[in-house]
């Protein structure tokens, strides 16, 4: 596939699905063709293509220097979007047979426990399918560099800090790793992926302002039963600190 099979394809996607939820099988296909196509730099238009195909209009994004807006839109809640429903077909999740905290994040390093309740503390939390993978966003000059690339999720279900279709959050890049048992060699995620993903703005502000995720658990492979936790969490209500009496 070329770049002008690549432009029809994400106009036909346009025609077919102007609003609403993301349509995952069709972003993962075009995904992977893209990065088949051209490695690392080119992926940058394909996310900025599948951003403006899913938001339904034209999204300014400036993501190079310092001070460059975020390209992810956030919502104060209610937090918790209904879960769109997953394709049973065709989505092709290359780290579905792995459970628990996403490989390389560092779970055993970490000082605060991943429980549904401290992610429900998170600026953002979500589950989402890996459409994307390109430049880092939240990197500024003489701030410090870290060795992040950006992300792009389809997002199924929102627990807390957004609810656009899709979002591009900065996390470390995949990591080679070989099964104990099996000896099989695996990427800690690819296009494909769906991960239960949460984190805050690495530089303040909005929830998605520069969005970097956490690991320690904090970001993991989706199953079921973690993501019910989720939901239950972000949707129970917090009792409020204690107000203090005159004498």
Known sequence: MNDEEAGRMLERLADRVPVGPAPVDDLVRAGKSAQRRKRYVSLFGAAAAITLLLSGGVVAQ?????????????????????????????????????????????????AERPTPEAIANRAFAFD??????????????????????????????????????????DMGPPVAWTHEVTAEVFSSYAIGSRLLVSGEPRWGGSPLDHAIVWGCGFTRYYDQQTAESWRQAATTEKPSAPTSRNA
Do not use: H, K
């Open 128 to 169: 989402g399918v890996v459409v994307n993978i390109g430049p880092a966003q939240s990197n500024r000059s003489g701030m410090g560099y870290l060795d992040l690339v950006g992300v792009t999720f389809a997002v199924g279900e929102w627990f807390s800090g957004g609810t656009a279709p899709t979002v591009t959050v």
């Open 62 to 110: 400036e993501l190079a220097g310092e001070g460059a807006p975020s390209v992810n839109d956030s919502a104060d809640g209610p937090f918790v979007t209904p879960p769109s429903p997953t394709p049973e077909t065709d989505l092709d999740n290359p780290t579905s047979e792995l459970f628990g905290p996403l490989q390389g994040s560092g779970a055993a390093s970490c």
